[in-house]
């Protein structure tokens, strides 16, 4: 079922939480909220799980208003940061507690959960032995995920649930989280800080800013047709260069690899001209469906599949990636029209 | 971090570690060690000064009801206070009622004397509690129970004075749980009384632990409430028997063998106790 959010806010005393939120979130899919630290992507979330009360506005989870209805009512289930498996229960009574409350029978909650651990790829040999400190982050999150799963709930909630976990198993783990929320065909919100996990793993992405929603829209859409500066300049590897175009300055952000660098040789001398005006009145210019500049390659790096160059571009820096080696000095900066966005300053 | 080993302390660091030390170890000698061990020579001997166990015969032939009934007391008022703490503390917990948490710490603050005295104005056969019943018209206070006077006023009494201890301890053990394992647990259906007694009180059980042991042992040894209130007639307080063997008999022997024969039941939480105390 879709949820349905209406001119939501939700204050901290006089501190601002998130201010008339309206958004829809799809049916089936997982939608990610994203955002700097503070901007009230978990307030957010914690209004939706019914941990916090909207000051104004509704919740709606398909047609049924949740706004007023307790965590126990909603049937939302939640996936929590540092994981908040129960250290007294074994496995088996973590997974199962749910279904317990719910009185399911014994030998049918015992079925249940061997079959949701067994989904989520956790070795159901003895979970009525162990306890969830005996296994590792990773297999601690898949376990938080199979208690959040086996009640069958309509929505899933998860905040931020692979931010404690080291770099390869977040990688590993968001394809799990991905194909099991799929799998399951339930709406899924997914909070983080991450971007990149934000754009690789949701169907559609909320990106929040102060309290509000800054702009939503498929991963593709947000990521490149980022319709303010704070889109623009928090998505990606961004840069921003504030430069002369049509006679005022103006902010430009463009990302790493969306630019093209070419050392300025004697082959370059059809643009030569150009290039001597654009240096002399100090702006950028249009050529070719892309926009030039000149800068000046100061440092690289070597990353492995490529390098990185520190370039000066009118007195400020930028990183462009490339996986030719250059040599510092003069060079020619150009990136394609589409893929640089610019703002009024 | 830097591991100390003692053995590479030098002679001044050792005498300085000594010396921090030593006024606690000299206070738990004096007041602890010395008195218990000349009251368990005193226990075993007669007061012709013979070697006996003539004490502990004579103490459990006249007093094991009241031991027995001791025990039973300190027992149910444990579990009463176990059961009030944890809903009170869990409450508490699950909710911010600043004013509520400080009235219920109140006893706290107020000695055993005072308990007793207030226990005794509440329950007496004409006292606030029957008089308020009374009014209702629903029931005579001629023929309403003294609950001053009954085992049920010293439960009340022990529970209600060991009571802000009691939620001093849990109430801090409950706070130190994390909240998104509560809000998985009510994401799940669970409500306050569950919350209560699937969660918290499982999750601090080594807690809740010291505080019956120390709660326990404090009843066991209490003397002004079981003096003021009571089981007019019938068994009393292990209490009252030593001080009756002391101030009217004047049988130190007998007092000190009912003496040892409380701190062994005491022992055993104690010990449980001190392996809590250890082990955190």
Known sequence: MGIYIEGLTKAYGKKRGITDINIHLPEGGLTAIVGPSGCGKTTLLRTLAGFHTADEGRILFGSRDVTRISPQGRKAAMVFQHYALWPHMTVADNVGYGLRLQKVPAKERERRVREVLERVEIDTSDIGARYPQHYSGGQQQRIALARALVVQPEVLLLDEPLSNLDAKVRQRLRIGIRSIQQSFGITAVYVTHDQEEALSMADYVILMNDGKVEQAGTPEEIYRKPSTYFTAQFLGESHTLTLKYQGKPQRLVLRSGDALVTPVVDEWGTNAETLERSIAHEEVIEEDGSWVMEGEIRHHLFMGSYYRYMVEIQGQSMFVDDDRLLKPGSCKVTIPTEKAYWFDI | ?280
């Open chain 2, 1 to 280: 971090m830097r591991r100390i080993n003692a053995f590479s302390l030098t002679l001044k660091q050792q005498l300085a570690g000594a010396a921090i030390a030593a006024p606690a170890l000299a206070i738990v000698t004096l007041l602890f060690v010395y008195p218990f061990l000349r009251s368990l020579q005193s226990s075993f001997r007669s007061q012709e000064g013979v070697w006996t166990l003539d004490n502990y015969s004579e103490a459990l032939s006249i007093y094991g009801g009241d031991y027995l009934y001791t025990l039973w007391i300190c027992g149910v008022s444990l579990v009463a206070l176990i059961i009030i703490t944890a809903i009170i503390g869990g409450l508490l917990r699950l909710g911010v009622y600043p004013l509520l948490e400080f009235i219920f710490k109140i006893p706290l603050f107020v000695p055993f004397v005072v308990v007793g005295h207030a226990m005794r104005v509440f329950l007496a056969p004409h006292g606030t509690l029957n008089s308020a019943l009374s009014i209702t018209g629903m029931f005579n206070p001629d023929i309403l129970p003294s609950f001053a006077f009954s085992s049920l006023g010293l439960v009340a009494a022990l529970v209600w004075k060991n009571l802000g201890i009691g939620l001093l301890l849990m109430l801090g053990a409950f706070r130190s749980v994390n909240e998104s394992m509560l809000e998985a647990a009510r994401g799940m259906g669970a409500g306050k009384m569950k919350l209560i007694w699937h969660f918290l009180v499982p999750m601090n059980k080594g807690s809740v632990g010291v505080m019956a042991v120390l709660t326990f042992t404090s009843m066991l040894g209490s003397f002004s409430i079981p003096a003021m209130i009571g089981n007019a007639g019938g068994s009393q307080m292990i209490m009252m028997d030593l001080y009756h063997q002391i101030v009217y008999q004047q049988n130190y022997g007998v007092a000190n063998a009912i003496g040892v024969l409380t701190y062994i039941a005491s022992l055993g939480a104690a010990i449980y106790y001190l392996k809590g105390v250890t082990k955190k």
